[in-house]
Each structure stands twice: as C-alpha cells, then as structure tokens.
C-alpha cells in the first residue's frame, strides 16, 4: 500500500491512499480493511476510538473500538451525522469524544451530538463568526466574531 496520510492508533495504522480511498490496518492480526472512499476528512477523537469522516456529500463517524456510551457500537460501525450538510468547514471534536464543535459556511458555531438515535441534537453557540479554535486540555472554546475574540469556557 502506497498512503499519502498515515495515523498509528493503538494497534491499529489507518491510511489514506492517493485515490482517497481510507483503510485500517490492524497490527496484531495484520489484516487490512478498506474503509471508505472519496474522503475528503479524517479527524480522530480525542479518546482514540472514533474518527469524523467525510465521504462525499455526507459525514460519518466510524467507530475503532467497541463503546457502550449512549448506546452500544462495535469496531467498524459508522454513524452517519444527518444533520451535517456539505457546507460544513472546520471542526473540532470536544474533549469527552462524544460532541463535536463544527463552523458552517453561513458563519455559524455549532456544538452537535454524534449518536444516530433521534433525534441528533445540535446548538447553535454563535453567529456570523469568522472561524473558531477549541483547547481540549483547558476546555475552553475561543471564535473571533466583528474582529473581537470571545472565549467561552466549556462545562
């Protein structure tokens, strides 16, 4: 395999080839599993067990380890994010893994479950900001909106 984008995560590599075509790569058991194609975005949870994919016009969270949080997901389950539209331009996963901050092309901020049960929840924390940053280790969400930075500290 030839990968233009490679991640090591726990016993597993997951690669991206030059096609755009992801795949994981299990080093105990040395098999390898085409994912996905076409995507265009891989963000890793900060727990390690999920990525936020976007393949396509959709977004998908694929799951790398079983979880029994808000419902159990096995290893290789995806989640498709229904409400997650292709205008969708920065990302940032919040530190619990289970929520996502995500700034559309209309300039909002929004803060989004990613559990497929119904509904999928989301906020809108702000509008009309020009692009945000998230601090995992502070938990503190920082957007700049008019040329002012606002900081918000997340609970």
């Known amino acids: 395999y030839n990968f233009q984008k490679v991640e ?10 030059k096609n755009n075509a992801l795949y994981l790569l299990n080093t105990d058991s040395k098999t390898v599993q085409k994912i996905s194609q076409n995507i265009s975005l891989i963000i890793l949870s900060p ?13 998908l969270i694929y799951f790398l380890e079983d979880t029994e949080k808000d419902g159990i997901k096995h290893a290789s389950e995806t989640t498709r994010l229904k409400f997650m539209k292709p205008g969708f331009i920065n ?4 530190k619990g893994s289970n ?6 092309k209309d300039s909002e901020l929004i803060f989004m479950e990613i559990e497929d049960k119904e509904p999928q929840n989301s906020w809108v924390i702000a509008q009309n900001i020009k692009n945000f940053s998230y ?7 920082y957007f700049t909106k008019n040329n002012l930075l606002y900081k918000i500290d997340i609970y």
């Open 47 to 59: 727990d390690n067990k999920k990525l936020l994919l976007k393949s396509d016009e959709e977004f």
């Open 8 to 17: 090591k995560v726990n016993n597993n590599i997951i690669g991206l080839d």
């Open 99 to 104: 929520h996502l901050f995500a700034q559309n």
């Open 135 to 141: 601090n995992k280790e502070e938990d503190m969400l």
């Open 91 to 94: 990302f940032a996963w919040h």
